[in-house]
């Protein structure tokens, strides 16, 4: 009898299936592997002919290790203990109720703990915010430790707990050590519930059969894409007190790269504190050793004024690359007014055109040149579906396998999977795109049998590449730091560093 009901069930979806290319000829193939799967008969082989699949045997021909490698790496100053858990859940254990969302630079309450996650999870975008209130964050972090399902991820300074999550390879010095850990609460939330249109409709005439994809709703609040908030109420960091320490003990460890990040950190400090740190956070980056390449990566960010500093009080030039996803690309621009600065935020997917003449400008304004003293020759850019490596012609190399590494990570780590499955991913990068809108751009389509794409503009070499963006991500949390790290581990800088 199962034998036969399975036959019987086969058949009522071949019939299906002849209905939809019938009445949808142009059905996209990830539409019936959703169907497929709906139906819980087992996942349908994507073949190497999808265009993930196409897409995804093509990276792996095209990332190779650079002839030079990292031998040592120096990371620093942003130590923490991130607890990882359901914003919607912990709201609901706090007592709050959905209601309107709006954005908050700093938090005071827990009502503006809840309208700033409404607010970003309605655009499924991701945000990191200062908590003010010590006491009721504690209050907060203690609920959220206790909460069934609460994860604690390593992500400076370092407390108890976090030195005993650290692996005995890495190198903690002595002064770094505190009595207390630092905490960050990271609420994540799934894509919101949607239905598969006339894939189900059809089929629930011939099997009756509806199903919802997993997702996460709030009330009448449904997150295009999975995404997280993460808040804190962290001095130590906002302070960023273990530079110093970090910087004397370089010249022992002898790196070959420096990773620096925390500088948003420091939102939460009064404005005199910002400026006056700032100033020594740039002197202490000018005291590594010459020869060694330092990236900083950047994170979200509401103070203009602070952004400004960044860019304008050499931070900027002391470093050798960045790395930055459209939030804080777009906010950098606004507050340094740069190119499409008037744009008030992203409509959807984030222009490529847009997004590439930003980058140049970066480089163009800010970066190295024969008569600018700056270091900054690169700038790595990830957003959900597509990367751009954007570099100084003369001075990396490797950059084409370095953004497919990056975009590759993104989908294996958002996944929790070793390699691409491909049934698991899909390709959502326009098809079709412009290079630049204020400069002589040239339109592009995609073909996933050659994912990089490459174009010059004015000694700045640009490497495009999708990214195949997991439909059901089991991790959202640190997925912007594997990408930098993946890509810096593929990069070769040129000696003359």
């Known amino acids: 009898m199962a034998l036969w009901r399975g036959s019987a069930y086969a058949g009522f979806l071949a019939l299906a299936v002849g209905c939809l290319f019938l009445l949808e000829p142009q059905l996209p193939s990830s539409a019936l592997r959703s169907l497929w799967n709906s139906l ?9 002919g999808s265009p993930e699949g196409r897409l995804a045997a093509a990276w792996d021909a095209l990332i190779v290790r650079p002839a030079r490698r990292w031998r040592r790496v120096a990371v620093g100053v942003n130590a923490c203990v991130d607890v990882v858990l359901s914003g919607v859940k912990l709201l609901q254990a706090l007592g709050l109720n959905p209601g309107n969302g709006e954005d908050h630079s700093i938090l005071h309450s827990r009502n503006d703990l809840k309208e700033a996650f409404i607010h970003f999870m309605g655009k499924g975008a991701a945000a990191e915010r200062f908590f003010s209130d010590e006491d009721t964050f504690h209050d907060i972090a203690q609920t959220a430790s206790a909460f069934p399902g609460a994860q604690v991820l390593l992500c400076g300074p ?16 002595p002064e770094s050590l505190q009595e207390v850990d630092e905490f960050h609460l990271i609420l994540e939330y799934q894509a919101g519930f949607l239905t598969s249109g006339s894939v189900v409709l059809i089929l629930s005439r011939v099997l009756q059969h509806r199903r919802k994809f997993p997702g996460e709703e709030w009330g009448q609040l ?8 993460i808040f804190s109420h962290d001095l130590s960091n906002g302070a960023m007190n273990m530079l110093e320490v970090f910087v004397s003990s370089l010249e022992k460890f002898q790196p070959d ?23 020594e956070v740039v002197t202490s980056i000018s005291d590594i050793p010459v020869g060694i390449p330092v990236h900083l990566e950047l994170a979200s960010m509401t103070n203009r004024e602070l952004m400004s500093s960044i860019v304008h009080q050499q931070v900027f030039p002391a470093v050798t690359s960045l790395g930055l996803n459209e939030q804080e690309l777009l906010f950098l621009s606004q ?26 400008w970066i480089l163009k304004e800010h970066g190295k040149s024969e008569s600018r003293a700056s270091d900054l020759t690169r ?42 499955d491909t049934s698991r991913v899909s390709l959502r990068a326009p098809h079709e795109f412009l290079t630049s809108h204020s400069g002589a751009g040239s339109r592009i389509i995609l073909n996933p049998d050659k994912p990089v794409v490459e174009w010059h503009r ?32 593929y990069s070769e800088v040129h000696s003359h560093y």
Request: contains cysteine.
């Open 222 to 229: 449904k997150a295009p894409h999975a995404n997280r908030f």
């Open 335 to 360: 507050s340094a007014s740069g190119p499409h600065s008037s744009l008030s935020s992203w409509n959807g997917v984030p222009d490529v055109g847009i997004v590439s003449d930003i980058l140049f």
């Open 458 to 489: 004015e000694g700045v070499a640009f490497h495009f590449t999708p990214v195949l963006v997991c439909k059901d991500p089991i991790r959202t949390v640190g997925l912007g730091d594997a990408i930098s790290a993946e890509g810096l581990f």
């Open 257 to 279: 790269l420096v990773v620096l990040s925390g500088l948003h950190m420091m939102e939460g400090q009064s404005k005199e504190l910002q400026r006056k740190r700032l100033l």
């Open 40 to 48: 819980q008969l087992g996942p349908a082989p994507p073949g190497s």
């Open 379 to 420: 700038i790595h850019f990830h957003t959900l579906v597509y990367h751009i490596l954007a570099t100084v012609d003369g001075h990396w190399a490797n950059q084409l396998a370095a953004v497919a590494a990056g975009a590759r990570v993104a989908g294996t780590q958002a996944c929790a999977t070793e390699t691409i």
């Open 158 to 173: 370092v407390g108890p707990k976090l030195h005993e999550l650290l692996d005995d390879n890495v190198f903690v010095p």
